[in-house]
């Protein structure tokens, strides 16, 4: 950030959500409908773009203020609900063009110049994502729920010493589990051709850990696909059954959603103010 980019001291900042052409239902359906910090949203126009914005306290969203917000959960997930939200009722209504977590501006001019400056760019893929959703594909390998499903217990001998029986116990978990990821990175590998002629691009993600990883077992493949409108049921008939025979492996269909995974943010890095 530059020292002319500073905020002053109490100064609001314009946060910007989406960007949608000009004109489109989104400018009034969202129109006062509350943003970040409960602040109305509101529109920037310039030429046949409009950015979908809400006033910011510098306070919190200047470089510091960014800083400590992505440093507290919290209030990151708080952030982060409220930006998906928005962009999820703009969608609604029109194609937009998602932007990354805290785009910041420092007010409402300075998004005009980027509009005007992104405008080819943006207009290209308004035209891309119109009429189109992301739906997601997700894969879990459960070697656990894998032995429930067939009831197999881990192979030992009777008669072996305790020594013995546990490493045989050991092998059998290990072949388990082996076997639970194999066939889960063959049901991956099928679902391309599935979709094929149903999805119109793809996007492989890194598969979710941690926090993130809620669901059961472990999560081997995390992709995007757009897919249009009318074909969205197509898509999920498509990827109906594929693992329902296979133990200890989960299919989740997710969405549909505004496409975040096919629409390229600004040039600026999270956070980043202008």
Same mark, same amino acid.
């Given at each position: 950030?530059?020292?002319?980019a500073?905020? %002053?001291?109490?100064?609001?900042?314009?946060?910007?959500?989406?960007?949608?052409?000009?004109?489109?239902p989104? !400018?009034?359906?969202?129109?006062?409908?509350?943003?970040?910090?409960?602040?109305?949203?509101?529109?920037?126009?310039?030429?046949?773009?409009?950015?979908?914005?809400?006033?910011?306290?510098? *306070?919190?969203?200047?470089? !510091?203020?960014?800083?400590?917000?992505?440093?507290? =959960?919290?209030? =990151? &997930?708080? =952030?982060?609900?409220?930006?998906?939200?928005?962009?999820?009722?703009?969608? +609604?209504?029109?194609?937009?063009?998602?932007?990354?977590?805290?785009?910041?501006?420092?007010?409402?001019?300075? *998004?005009? !110049?980027?509009?005007g400056?992104?405008?080819?760019?943006?207009?290209?893929?308004?035209?891309?994502?119109?009429?189109?959703? &992301?739906?997601?594909?997700? #894969?879990?390998?459960?070697?656990?729920?894998?032995?429930?499903v067939?009831?197999?217990?881990?192979?030992?001998?009777? %008669?072996?010493?305790?020594?013995?029986?546990? =490493?045989?116990? /050991?092998?059998?978990?290990?072949?388990?589990?082996?076997?639970?990821?194999?066939?889960?990175?063959?049901?991956?590998?099928?679902?391309?051709?599935?979709?094929?002629? #149903?999805?119109?691009?793809?996007?492989?993600?890194?598969?979710?850990? +941690?926090?993130?990883?809620?669901?059961?077992? &472990?999560? #081997?493949?995390?992709?995007?696909?757009?897919?249009q409108?009318?074909?969205?049921?197509?898509? /999920?008939?498509?990827?109906?059954?594929?693992?329902?025979?296979?133990?200890?492996?989960?299919?989740? #269909?997710?969405?549909?959603?505004?496409?975040y995974?096919?629409?390229?943010p600004?040039?600026?890095? !999270?956070?980043?103010?202008?």
């Open positions: 950030m530059t020292e002319e500073v905020p %002053a001291a109490g100064q609001e900042m314009s946060y910007v959500y989406a960007v949608c052409r000009a004109g489109t989104v !400018e009034t359906a969202l129109a006062g409908q509350p943003g970040l910090e409960g602040a109305p949203l509101r529109t920037v126009r310039a030429g046949e773009l409009a950015a979908l914005v809400s006033s910011v306290p510098s *306070v919190s969203y200047g470089t !510091e203020g960014v800083k400590a917000q992505m440093e507290d =959960l919290d209030r =990151l &997930e708080v =952030l982060a609900r409220t930006h998906h939200a928005v962009v999820e009722a703009a969608y +609604g209504h029109a194609a937009v063009l998602p932007m990354r977590l805290v785009t910041v501006y420092l007010d409402d001019g300075r *998004v005009g !110049e980027m509009l400056a992104r405008a080819p760019e943006f207009s290209a893929l308004l035209a891309r994502l119109e009429g189109h959703v &992301e739906l997601g594909v997700k #894969i879990y390998a459960d070697p656990r729920e894998a032995v429930s067939t009831g197999r217990a881990p192979e030992t001998d009777t %008669a072996a010493s305790p020594g013995r029986a546990y =490493l045989q116990r /050991r092998r059998s978990q290990q072949r388990n589990h082996r076997e639970t990821y194999r066939a889960a990175g063959s049901v991956a590998a099928e679902v391309p051709a599935r979709v094929d002629g #149903i999805a119109r691009a793809h996007v492989a993600h890194r598969p979710q850990q +941690g926090d993130l990883a809620q669901a059961a077992g &472990e999560n #081997i493949l995390n992709d995007a696909y757009l897919v409108d009318a074909q969205a049921d197509a898509f /999920r008939a498509a990827l109906a059954g594929l693992a329902d025979d296979v133990p200890g492996v989960r299919v989740e #269909i997710t969405g549909p959603w505004a496409p995974s096919f629409a390229t600004p040039a600026a890095a !999270e956070g980043d103010t202008r």
